[in-house]
């Protein structure tokens, strides 16, 4: 249950979260860069053995299987080491809206930052780029705004206890539109993400993954 994992990533990526789960959980694990957001396109063919799509995370298990998408990757991780207590047990009352939430963040938010990030993917038009990422931005802020109604945090996400859904929630609202936006308009879900931040375990993993640089709330 031990034996080391392969996790394909990048510095600044989404695959931190999975990072963060793996320093939590004190599973051992290779990490191949792949980005290093430099725009060279040979980056992604780094990853092709792993996944197609050229996108990080991507898990290698002891058997070779691999695992691909942040949520589905802190999901098994949470159920592979339950002493951890990351994420509510199967057939336990919160598990629901832990997978709910898992995958809200997944399709909801995270999939948008694929139009965002590289806007010609969708619009050719140069002149037309910013209006679609100053949309998708709005879009993002209103899914935030959406979560943040329907749920009642306690000290983290889904009560009181820390799960992989806050680290997953604290990584993606660093990225555009930034965190004041999502304190803005979710204030309820700053405690949480506030208190993944200062957590001493994953101090030094920040620093050297995702540094809290100037102006890195937005």
């Not at 991780?77 to 990351?86: I, S």
């Not at 965002?116 to 935030?144: N, S």
């Amino acid at each position: 249950m031990n034996e080391p994992l392969t996790l394909y990533g990048a510095k600044g990526s989404g695959a931190v979260a999975v990072e963060a789960a793996l320093t939590l959980i004190g599973r051992p694990y290779t990490l191949i860069d792949v980005f290093d957001w430099s725009g060279d396109p040979r980056d992604g063919e780094k990853v092709l053995a792993a996944n197609p799509m050229r996108q990080v995370p991507a898990l290698v298990l002891p058997d070779g299987e691999i695992l691909t998408e942040s949520a589905a990757i802190m999901t098994w991780l949470a159920e592979q080491h339950p002493d951890a207590r990351l994420a509510p047990p199967p057939g336990s009352p919160g598990r629901a809206r832990f997978l709910r939430w898992m995958a809200y963040v997944s399709s909801a938010i995270y999939s948008l930052y694929w139009v965002k990030d590289e806007p010609a993917r969708l619009v050719p038009d140069p002149a037309a780029q910013p209006a679609l990422v100053e949309r998708t931005h709005d879009r993002i802020a209103d899914c935030w705004r959406m979560m943040g109604e329907q749920i009642t945090p306690g000290a983290y996400i889904l009560g009181d206890e820390l799960s992989v859904l806050d680290l997953y929630v604290a990584v993606v609202s660093r990225f555009r539109p930034r965190r004041k936006r999502l304190y803005a308009v979710a204030p309820n879900l700053e405690g949480p993400v506030r208190r993944v931040d200062a957590d001493p375990r994953l101090q030094a993993l920040w620093a050297a993954r995702m540094p809290f640089g100037e102006g890195w709330e937005g």
